[in-house]
Structures are given as structure tokens and as C-alpha cells.
């Protein structure tokens, strides 16, 4: 077994604090990775705490999860000891159903072993996440890092990153298009640095006056304080599309409005709450309403290698496994600019 060093969540009305864990020994097709970076991602916060449904405690979060590969199992190809690598949402899947076969691993009908707060394929050992000196994950849900980049800005690409590139992608945002985002948090800032590469025009819907400046430098063209509702009537049925990151209840209607007749909205905020839909506003127009959740390998290791080729990175503050229980409060505040990332040489 191999030692590591952990922050773990006990119980959700608790603050995390140091644990100790033993990852397993390379199987054959496994990978050891020792962690040099970890973002703090809501969905850790929301799991911690047990904010969608009942966790298993101790549990240790985190999955956007950069380092370098230290051992490998005997049938690995694709890494060697001394390569750089990533680990996002998922440590496997069964591999055989339609989705798995398609490369999109995180609607696997039969298992998907999440990063933590699962269990592996053997439906029993709990997965532990990120917030650790070292993980074992088997090879196909590990992706390649180029040699040279920021690491720690490259962390969120494993959540943040391809949880905003998949949508876009899927809608072939592209130029001419008009898109919203909603919410400027670790989503949100690489909504809008997607949505803009891609060429498309990017508004920015925020509860935050003080985030405006930022949205520009981010590549944003407009910004709509939503907090006034007669801020979104110069908007109405302009925009193609809009991602909404937010991380608690709101009101999508007057989002909904500013779409055009067959636009889209794409929900990736996960607020516990459950939301009232009004209907006339999906009616008039034909506007769908509809979710999207992360993004399966293949599509993760394409969105790495366009940020790679573009330079695209995130935004981070780089804390000690200290400040993590700090980081969830100013997280949860909106004050983050955009994403926490855990040096992980301090846990
Ligand atoms: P985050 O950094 O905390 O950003 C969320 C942003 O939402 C905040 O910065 C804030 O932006 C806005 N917001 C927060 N509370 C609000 C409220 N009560 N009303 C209106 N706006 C509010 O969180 P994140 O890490 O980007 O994650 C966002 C959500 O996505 C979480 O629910 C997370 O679990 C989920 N998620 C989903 C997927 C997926 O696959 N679908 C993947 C990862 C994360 P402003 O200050 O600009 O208003
Ligand atoms: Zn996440």
C-alpha cells in the first residue's frame, strides 16, 4: 500500500482536518500519480457538507487533480514514471456500455466510480479524492499534461474546464453567436474564456457589481448585474445560448426571456434546492431547458489540448492545505478569483 497524506471531511457540520490514507498498489493497468495541485471545486463543498443526499464520512474531496506519474502498472502505454498528468470527476466506469464505448464515461449505465464519494467498480471500496499527496486511478481516466505549462492553473481544467467546454461544444457555440453566463465563480470565469475563444459574443450575468471589471479582462463585451430584474429587459430575446453556473437556487425565468425563439439554456450549477420552472417562457419562443455533467475522456483530453495549443488557463489562488476551510467560506461568499487550488506539498 502506499502512504498518503489527506484533508478529509468528518461530518457535514464540521471543518475538514488532516487523515491519513493508503492508496492501493498498482494494478496492471493502474497509474500512481503524486499530486502537486488540487482545485477546490462548489460540488466538493456541496459533498462535504452532504448538501445533495447523505456522504460518506471520512471523505476526502477534490477532483481537478494535477502531478506527476511515479509508478505505473504493467500494462500501461500511455505514461511513464517522471510524466505529467491529470485526474478530473471520474476514476472509472465499466468500459462496455453505449456511453462507455462512446468515450462518455460519466453517463456509464452500469457504474461510474466518481472521484470520491463512490465506491471503485468492486461497488464497496469508497474512492477518496484529490485533497492527498498521492492517487491511484486506472489508466484510461488519466489524462496526458503537456511538459511546461502552469500546473496549478491547469488544475481546474479537470472540472471547471471541460464542465463549461463540453456545453459550448456540444451547441457549436462558435462566431455570430450571442451567449450568457451565468454566475462568475471557477465555472463561470472559464465559461467566458471558452465562449470567447470560440468567437462567440459573452455576456456575463452576475449578483456582483465588483465582478464587472474582471468579466472584461476575462473577454466578456457585456455585463448585467442581475440582481435588478429591469437590467435584463434591454436583453430580451437576443442571445443563442446560456450556461448558468450558479450554485444555488435562483430564478431562471428572466434568464429564459433573454433567449432567442430555439435557444438554449444549459444548467451545470447543481443547487441542492429544487427550482420552480414557469412554462410560458420555454413556451413562447420554443426554448429548451436543459443540464450537462462534465465531459467524458475523450472530450477531456481534447479540451486539455485546446488549452494547451491556446494558452487557455484558470484564474487560481494558490493556498496551503490549511486554508482550506477558509477557502469554502470564501468560496461560498463569491469571493474567489476564480478557483482555489490546494498545493498539495503542504498537506
Ligand atoms: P463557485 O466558484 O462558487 O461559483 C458560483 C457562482 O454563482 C458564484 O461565484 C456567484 O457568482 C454565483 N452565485 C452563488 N450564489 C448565488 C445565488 N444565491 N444567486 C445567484 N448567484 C449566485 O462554484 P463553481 O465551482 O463554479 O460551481 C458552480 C456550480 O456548478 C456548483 O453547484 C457545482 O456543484 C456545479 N458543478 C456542476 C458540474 C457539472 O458537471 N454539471 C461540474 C462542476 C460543478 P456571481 O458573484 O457572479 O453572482
Ligand atoms: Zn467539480
Known amino acids: 500500500m502506499i502512504p498518503a497524506k489527506a484533508y478529509a471531511a468528518v461530518s457535514a457540520a ?6 491519513r490514507l493508503e492508496r492501493r498498489d498498482p494494478r496492471p493497468d493502474d497509474v500512481v500519480i503524486e499530486i502537486a495541485y488540487c482545485g477546490i471545486c462548489h460540488s466538493d463543498i456541496h459533498t462535504a457538507r452532504s448538501e445533495w443526499g447523505p456522504t460518506a464520512y471520512p ?13 505505473t502498472g504493467r500494462h500501461v502505454r500511455r505514461f511513464k514514471p517522471g510524466d ?46 484529490g485533497y492527498s499527496t498521492h492517487i491511484v486511478v486506472r489508466e484510461k481516466c488519466v489524462y496526458r499534461v503537456k511538459k511546461g505549462v502552469p500546473l496549478a492553473r491547469v488544475a481546474p481544467l479537470l472540472c471547471a474546464g471541460i464542465t463549461t467546454y463540453s456545453p459550448l461544444k456540444r451547441y457549436r457555440i462558435g462566431k455570430g453567436h450571442r451567449i450568457g453566463v451565468v454566475g462568475l465563480g471557477g465555472l463561470g470565469h472559464m465559461a467566458v474564456k471558452f465562449g470567447r475563444a470560440l468567437g462567440a459574443h459573452v455576456t ?7 465582478k464587472e471589471r474582471d468579466a472584461r479582462k476575462l473577454g466578456a463585451q457585456a455585463f448585467v448585474l442581475s440582481t435588478k430584474a429591469t437590467n435584463f429587459e434591454p436583453l430580451a430575446g437576443s ?9 444555488a437556487k435562483h430564478d431562471f425565468t ?8 430555439d435557444g438554449t439554456m444549459v444548467l451545470v450549477g447543481a443547487s441542492p434546492e429544487p427550482n420552480e420552472v414557469l412554462p410560458m417562457p420555454l413556451i413562447m419562443g420554443r426554448r429548451r431547458l436543459t443540464g450537462s455533467l462534465i465531459g467524458g475522456t475523450r472530450e477531456t483530453q481534447e479540451m486539455l489540448d485546446y488549452c494547451f495549443k491556446k494558452k487557455i488557463y ?4 494558490v493556498i496551503p492545505a490549511t486554508a482550506i476551510n477558509k477557502a469554502y467560506e470564501r468560496t461560498i461568499a463569491g469571493d474567489v478569483k476564480y478557483r482555489f487550488v490546494i498545493d498539495a506539498a503542504t498537506f
Open 239 to 247: 442571445l443563442d445560448f446560456i450556461i448558468d453556473t450558479v450554485s
Open 254 to 261: 428572466p434568464y429564459l426571456t433573454t433567449l432567442k425563439n
Open 204 to 210: 456575463v450575468f452576475s449578483t456582483s457589481p465588483g
Open 314 to 317: 484558470c484564474d487560481v489562488e
Open 14 to 19: 464540521k471543518p475538514l482536518k488532516p487523515h
Open 84 to 129: 505529467l498528468a491529470g485526474v478530473g470527476c471520474f476514476v472509472d466506469s465499466c468500459g462496455a456500455c453505449a456511453p462507455c464505448r462512446a468515450k462518455e464515461e460519466q453517463f456509464c449505465t452500469r457504474h461510474v466510480a466518481f472521484t470520491y464519494n463512490g465506491t471503485e467498480l468492486d461497488g464497496t471500496t469508497p474512492t477518496q479524492g
Open 59 to 71: 471523505c476526502v474531496p477534490g477532483h481537478e487533480v494535477v502531478g506527476t506519474v511515479v509508478a
